[in-house]
């Protein structure tokens, strides 16, 4: 998934006692790996930005709120037992990255609060990367406010957006012989495959999944297309 991002997250880093659960970068979403940090080594730069917030302990001179380069800004932010860590470009203003670190660290907890944090590894949090991305959109998106953005908003779309990738639509007409059909509604049916999802198909047309969603769902009261969640199209597809 391409994000065109005004809020220019570049990395996004949580450690639990200074071990990566989690890592992001805005470089590999995009299938480019040229950038800062993204031919180091996850562990070593995690080790770095948790000596730093330590170093500040120890010392006691305050908490690390952030570490800056030439042009680029490692931010800080501790909640339970964990550290999230934001790289951003310099020119980003302090308020917006406390703000995302805040949502981020809120959805964070509220999605995996069980006890005390024990079960938590890197291996049962890859989904939260759909979390995040639901957060960058959503600070991205001039139609919502900053009020608009809460943890509990951000996982209800998150979740959306995931039986979205889960719906496959089929197509049950010839388009080259049908003539009622419009240019762009020629253009969705083609990428009616049987494999595409929703979530895909709406990548494609630069849509929102909802919008396709409801565009075929009239075509399938009338038998031109009928959806299925993806467990069930390949299970018939095995018989």
């Known amino acids: 998934m391409v994000i065109d991002s005004f809020f220019d997250v570049r990395q996004l880093y949580i450690l639990k006692d200074g071990v990566p659960i989690f890592h992001w970068s805005y470089d590999e979403e995009n299938g480019d790996s040229s950038n800062i940090g993204e031919k180091k080594d996850t562990a070593l730069v995690s080790g770095f930005l948790s000596a730093i917030v330590n170093f500040a302990n120890e010392m006691g001179i305050g908490k690390s709120k952030s570490y800056l380069t030439n042009d680029k800004k490692f931010s800080f932010l501790s909640e339970k037992d964990f550290l999230f860590v934001i790289l951003v470009d310099k020119e980003n203003s302090d308020e917006k990255t406390f703000e995302f670190l805040n949502i981020v660290s809120k959805t964070f907890t509220k999605l995996y609060d069980v006890g005390d944090f024990q079960n938590i590894s890197a291996i049962n949090l890859e989904d939260f990367e759909n979390y995040l991305l639901e957060i960058i959109t959503k600070l991205n998106s001039k139609d919502i406010t900053e009020e608009d953005v809460n943890e509990e908003e951000i996982i209800k779309d998150a979740q959306k957006r995931n ?77």
Do not use: W
């Open 163 to 239: 039986e979205y990738k889960n719906m496959v639509p089929k197509c049950y007409i010839d388009i080259e012989k049908t003539q009622h059909l419009s240019s762009s509604r020629r253009s969705l049916f083609k990428l009616i495959d049987g494999s595409n999802s929703i979530f895909k198909i709406a990548e494609e047309m630069n849509q929102s999944p909802q919008d396709i969603f409801f565009t075929l769902k009239p075509y399938e009261k009338f038998g031109y297309v009928r959806i299925t969640q993806m467990n069930q199209a390949l299970n018939k597809e095995n018989m």
